[in-house]
Every structure is written in structure tokens, then in C-alpha cells.
């Protein structure tokens, strides 16, 4: 359930959770008794455990932690795959 801001006139603030359905617009002040009206805040969402959190995470760590990379050719001095494709469409590609 989502977290709601309230202020009331005295300036307390505080957090109430309600379902999106039921959150109030005014809510009792816990603290002096007085209407408190809700304010409109910035959501708090959460991206850790997510790919984007991951992907984030590892491009701050490579800035100063950067993977090591070796300049050895795979076996045999030629890079793997084949170099030449069967689909009909790649014939009327220029070639070089």
C-alpha cells in the first residue's frame, strides 16, 4: 500500500498508508488532534534487486573499477562465426 504525506496547521508532519481507494484527503493529526490536509509528494520507488538497479549498479563500479581485457585472439587467429550467411535477402546487400 502507498504512503501518504499529511501536514497539519501546526506544521507536524506525518505518514499514513491507505489503499488508493480509500486515502483521505484530511486526516486527524496524531499529535495535536487538528485536520491535517494531505500534500503531494514524489513517489518512493524502489529499484533494487531489479535489471535496471543491476545495470546501473555495474556502469557506476566500471567508472572506477573498469574489466580487464585481454588483447589474445580467440584459437586459430580468426574470429569465430562464419563469414558468409544463407539468407537470400543478404544477396542484394552491396558488397565490398
Same mark, same amino acid.
Given at each position: ?23 483521505p484527503q484530511v486526516l486527524d493529526c496524531p499529535a495535536?488532534?487538528?485536520?491535517? %490536509? ?5 513517489? @518512493? ?8 538497479? @543491476?545495470?546501473?549498479?555495474?556502469? @557506476? ?6 574489466? $580487464? $581485457? ?7 587467429? @580468426?574470429?569465430?562465426?562464419? %563469414? ?8 542484394k546487400l552491396p558488397r565490398p
Amino acid at each position: 500500500m502507498p504512503l501518504y504525506e499529511f501536514r497539519c496547521p501546526e506544521g507536524t508532519q506525518f505518514e499514513a498508508s491507505f489503499s488508493m481507494s480509500q486515502a483521505p484527503q484530511v486526516l486527524d493529526c496524531p499529535a495535536c488532534g487538528q485536520a491535517s %490536509r494531505r500534500r503531494i509528494s514524489a513517489p @518512493k520507488l524502489s529499484l533494487s534487486g531489479s535489471a535496471e538497479f @543491476k545495470l546501473i549498479d555495474s556502469t @557506476k563500479r566500471s567508472a572506477h573499477e573498469p574489466e $580487464v $581485457v585481454s588483447n589474445r585472439l580467440p584459437a586459430g587467429g @580468426k574470429a569465430s562465426g562464419s %563469414r558468409y550467411t544463407h539468407n537470400p535477402l543478404h544477396q542484394k546487400l552491396p558488397r565490398p
